[in-house]
């Protein structure tokens, strides 16, 4: 089995940072793509942005874009998302999400992904 835990959510004014992290443990792991989800109150699971573990491409959402940023550490099978110029609509529980491997669907849609984390709240107060 493959388990994933995030961490570094917190509490933090508009216009600070904070970084997210999503360990991967597991005895197999061989996902291709790894996403970041948010999800708010009432809100449906909104997509973030993702990143390839082989070539590290990333691909985000247009309202996080130029302040969001993906890394990931192969060797510690761990992804990053650095939140920058945080701003109160960022308010949400961030998951963290890996597929299998290979997938026709888009890194954007939740149903693509096979495992997640149990979610991170992060609070941007004004």
């Known amino acids: 089995q493959v388990q994933l835990v995030e961490s570094g959510g917190g509490l933090v004014q508009a216009g600070g940072s904070l970084r997210l992290s999503c360990a991967v443990s597991?005895?197999?792991?061989?996902?291709?793509?790894m996403g970041w989800f948010r999800q708010a109150p009432g809100r449906e699971r909104e997509f973030v942005g993702s990143?390839?573990?082989?070539?590290?491409?990333?691909y985000y959402a247009d309202s996080v874009k130029g302040r969001f940023s993906i890394s990931r550490d192969n060797a510690k099978i761990t992804v990053y998302l650095q939140m920058n110029r945080l701003k109160p609509e960022d308010t949400a529980v961030y998951y963290c999400?890996?597929?299998?491997?290979?997938?026709?669907?888009?890194?954007?849609?939740?149903?693509?992904?096979?495992?997640w984390g149990q979610g991170t709240q992060v609070t941007v107060s004004s």
């Open positions: 597991g005895r197999t792991f061989s996902s291709a793509a």
């Open positions: 999400a890996a597929d299998k491997g290979y997938s026709r669907t888009a890194v954007t849609v939740p149903g693509r992904y096979d495992y």
């Open positions: 990143i390839s573990w082989s070539g590290g491409g990333t």
